[in-house]
């Protein structure tokens, strides 16, 4: 079993902290895991048993998240990025690979703009580029049932508009997902003393997806039947980065990581040590800069 150590840290005032699982025969650059805005530090056991054999597997209570201190008012992006920076500093090390999920691959690719020199790879999945004016207004009223204490109409919206409730789309694991999806909505409804903020921030903070990036190794995959950002809206996003890789994983929705652990860990185990991901490049191109590959077996 991999050594266990939590780190306390601070920034701009705001103490934090993250963990990280050691490992000695490591063969590439520890894995910042970033995940959505009402993850923590302890929300990532599908990938940390399969990324831990090849590197040591970071993961992080950010500031305004799981037992961190909360976020000033005001646009928090920058902090949350400064905090990040701190992790890569306090690591001791001259770059790490990065995983970013959700509303962890905004904060992924803000860190990547930011200091490009301290990042050696990126995987961002399920990306957010695009978000409607309807899903606002929903998760909007989940904010506001939960700001009235009804945790569970909170948890079943949240949950709904995170899925593919379509039943003429086939998902693998559609209701394991869905119930662990709700439970952990509720968990961090009912324990989380940052819910209703960190919801409210991923709608109203949200980071910048509209320019590019180059020089960063970088993958970016999505469920086929993604109901928060349309897979080809994220082959968009993918075209605006420099020699990208894009794939879309079949059978998946926006929580792919829970539907196809197995092969998101795998591909992003391949991508982080520069072996082959086991599918050729596709004949076309996804825009831009950006190599779209056949969906996974």
Known sequence: MSEEVIRSLSVRGVSYAYRVLRQPERCTEPILVLGGALQGMFGWPQLEDRLGPVAEVVTADLPGMGSADPLPPGPSVDVLCAAILGIVDDLAVPRINVFGFSYGAGLAFGCARRFPERIARLVLGGVPA??????????????????????????????????????????????????????????????????????RRALTDRPDFSGGLSGIPTLVFSGEHDTVTAPSRQRDFAATIAGSRFLTVPEADHWVVLERPEEVADVAVRFFTDRPLGTAAGPGAAGAGAVADPAWA
């Open 130 to 199: 695009h978000i409607t004016e309807e899903q606002v207004a929903h998760w909007q009223r989940a904010a506001g049932h939960l700001k009235d204490g009804d945790t569970g109409t909170f948890a079943t919206m949240v949950a709904e508009g995170l899925l593919c409730r379509d039943e003429s789309r086939p998902v693998a694991r559609r209701e394991l997902a869905y119930r662990y999806v709700r439970r952990a909505m509720l968990q961090a409804a009912l324990h989380s003393p940052h819910a209703v903020d960190s919801l």
